[in-house]
């Protein structure tokens, strides 16, 4: 069936950059919206970046002006470019899809990656 497997997160120093990836495979048909969320400890789970199918994006406001998502529809992909970053950045990073997983399915379903940690010291 459908998987996400995102990659590219580790430790970086505030001010630095990290570009995270997140991979779509499986018996899938198509790909609807896709984004990125977080979760730091102690925090509930929020979102980070969201593109849809047709690449209009949406972002936190906290990450406004550094981060940017893109996507590549003929290989499932979905990254995150994160540049000046911050110890407030600091999280597990998780992708998700809005995915038409079979030939057979009639309506999309939501599906998420294991997730990612990325730190960023001071």
């Known amino acids: 069936q459908v998987q996400l497997v995102e990659s590219g997160g580790g430790l970086v120093q505030a001010g630095g950059s990290l570009r995270l990836s997140c991979a779509a495979s499986?018996?899938?048909?198509?790909?609807?919206?896709m984004g990125w969320y977080r979760q730091a400890p102690g925090k509930q789970r929020e979102l980070v970046a969201a593109?849809?199918?047709?690449?209009?994006?949406n972002y936190a406001d906290s990450v406004k002006g550094r981060f940017t998502i893109s996507r590549d529809n003929a290989k499932n992909m979905v990254y995150l470019q994160m540049n000046s970053l911050k110890p407030e950045d600091t999280a597990v990073y998780y992708c998700?899809?809005?995915?038409?997983?079979?030939?057979?399915?009639?309506?999309?379903?939501?599906?998420w990656g294991q997730g990612t940690q990325v730190t960023v010291s001071s």
């Open positions: 998700n899809a809005d995915i038409l997983g079979t030939y057979y399915s009639i309506s999309y379903s939501t599906y």
């Open positions: 499986g018996s899938i048909r198509s790909i609807n919206a």
């Open positions: 593109i849809t199918s047709g690449g209009s994006t």
